[in-house]
């Protein structure tokens, strides 16, 4: 047979390869429903507290990015401005009302960067694996940037759910999903996947949201959270009727794709990775290797290593936990994958797995 034929043979089957590896990855109806059951009980353990306090759920339980026995991310939002309690104190006082009330696993941390309260979960035939789980306090970006990752899955679900979960599977299984190790964080990953549709791919597989304008003016006071940029395009229906890419690619070669351009093209040296303004330099933005680390310790030269904007917190580097050491394994791994991916192979199944090995 034709090289070419056997080559777009093994992309179509690349791509039905991908949404049989995911489809039973992603969380059953009944971890769900646990999930929101707990959530609702905290928020009313929590009101009993605090009145005008609200539990509600961040990162990948709601940005359609979850897989089977993702944690938990939650965040309190206290409504009323006179409530006047202090993150650290509100965390210690939930930490021992769930403590007494409930028998989670509880393990406030009042005193950390970020104070917020751990939770485990025991196992159940619901949750066979139990569930971790974080609650944070009055952290109102993560709630927006969690709400932009969902827009962006909800206009290509097909393509941008398939790669994104499949490259978040991938990075784990490789071991390259560790922030506390060196490696990058999920949220990175996925900002690094809509970067690549949204600024890489010509034609673009999705529009860039943060520069679609409103349709109805917004005023400038409207657009801000926390002093930073929240603006953007979210009329869901209106991106289905309005945006239709014409980049047809399947997830299949939008995958080989993505694992060539971060094998070999991006300049992880010089350039920052931006959804908001795409490439842009790493002087430009201040975020050089030889920032003056006067006496700190190895981590501090180490943060600008890979540089990931954070869409709304611009100032903010996604990937400052990324080491040396740690980009080193990320873009081997990207070469390996493209290696494999580029082989010849029979059947794309087989491919995927030792991907994922
Ligand atoms: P997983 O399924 O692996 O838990 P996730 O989508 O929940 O994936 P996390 O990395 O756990 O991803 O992040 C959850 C949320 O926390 C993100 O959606 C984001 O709002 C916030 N977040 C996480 N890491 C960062 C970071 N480095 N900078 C800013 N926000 C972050
Ligand atoms: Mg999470």
């Not at 990058?184 to 597989?205: A, D, E, R």
Request: aromatic share 8%; charged share 25%; glycine share 4%.
């Amino acid at each position: 047979m034709h090289p070419g034929v056997l080559h777009r043979r093994f992309l179509s089957d690349l791509s039905t390869s991908l949404f049989s590896f995911v489809l039973p990855l992603l969380p059953t109806s009944e971890e769900l429903t646990i999930k929101e059951e707990v959530r609702t009980l905290i928020e009313k353990l929590i009101k009993t507290i605090e009145p005008s306090a609200r539990l509600l759920s961040f990162g990948s339980s709601c940005n359609s990015f979850g897989l089977r026995n993702s944690d938990m991310d939650l965040v309190v939002l206290i409504d009323d401005p006179d409530a006047g309690l202090d993150s650290s104190m509100f965390v210690q006082m939930i930490g021992d009302l769930l403590e007494r009330e409930t028998n989670f696993d509880v393990k406030p941390l009042p005193k950390a960067r970020i104070p917020i309260i751990k939770l485990n979960l025991a196992a159940s035939p619901g949750l066979p694996f139990g569930i971790a789980c974080d609650i944070g306090i009055e952290n109102r970006l993560a709630i927006e940037n969690t709400r932009l990752l969902l827009t962006y899955a909800t206009i290509d679900p097909a393509r941008v759910r398939t790669l994104v979960l499949f490259l978040k599977v991938w990075a784990k299984r490789r071991r390259i999903n560790s922030p506390y190790r060196g490696t990058l964080s999920s949220y990175g990953i996925t900002l690094m996947v809509l970067y690549f549709l949204v600024h890489v791919k010509q034609p673009p597989v999705l529009p860039n949201l943060q520069r679609i304008a409103p349709v109805r003016p917004i005023t400038e006071e409207e657009m801000m959270l926390e002093s930073r940029n929240v603006y953007f395009f979210d009329d869901v229906e209106m991106l289905r009727q309005e945006w239709s890419s014409v980049n047809f690619e399947s997830v299949g070669e939008l995958l080989i794709d993505f694992f060539r351009y971060f094998s070999h093209d991006f300049q992880f040296n010089t350039m920052v990775l931006s959804l908001r303004a795409g490439p842009l330099t790493k002087e430009s933005k201040g975020w050089t290797n030889d920032i003056d680390v006067g006496g700190l310790n190895e981590m501090a030269r180490d943060r600008n290593r890979l540089c990931i904007e954070d869409p709304f917190e611009i100032t903010y580097n996604v990937a400052r936990t990324v080491t040396k050491d740690g980009l080193y394994t990320i873009r081997g791994e990207f070469m390996r994958a493209t290696r494999i991916l580029t082989q010849r192979h029979d059947r794309a199944v087989l491919a995927l797995a030792e991907l994922c090995r």
